[in-house]
């Protein structure tokens, strides 16, 4: 088990933390970047990286 599932494992299966909310936080994540005047090809790099650990916060796995 990697350290990200377990330390959201929980809040996942009590609490209805899912895929929206994971989705809000990335787009926050990018939003925040382009603000900070972060080059496109550094946002897509670091997008790239935080997408590949979406199918964690899909609640049907843990069901």
């Known amino acids: 088990m990697c350290v990200?599932?377990?330390?959201h494992e929980g809040m996942i299966?009590?609490?209805g933390l899912g895929l929206?909310?994971?989705?809000a936080v990335?787009?926050?994540l990018v939003a925040a970047m382009k603000e900070l005047?972060?080059?496109e090809d550094?946002?897509?790099e670091a997008a790239n990286v935080v997408m590949s650990t979406r199918p964690l916060?899909?609640?049907a796995r843990y069901t």
């Open 4 to 7: 990200l599932h377990a330390a």
């Open 13 to 15: 299966r009590e609490r």
């Open 20 to 23: 929206k909310h994971f989705d």
């Open 26 to 28: 990335a787009g926050h």
């Open 37 to 39: 005047g972060v080059a």
């Open 42 to 44: 550094m946002i897509n």
């Open 57 to 59: 916060f899909d609640p």
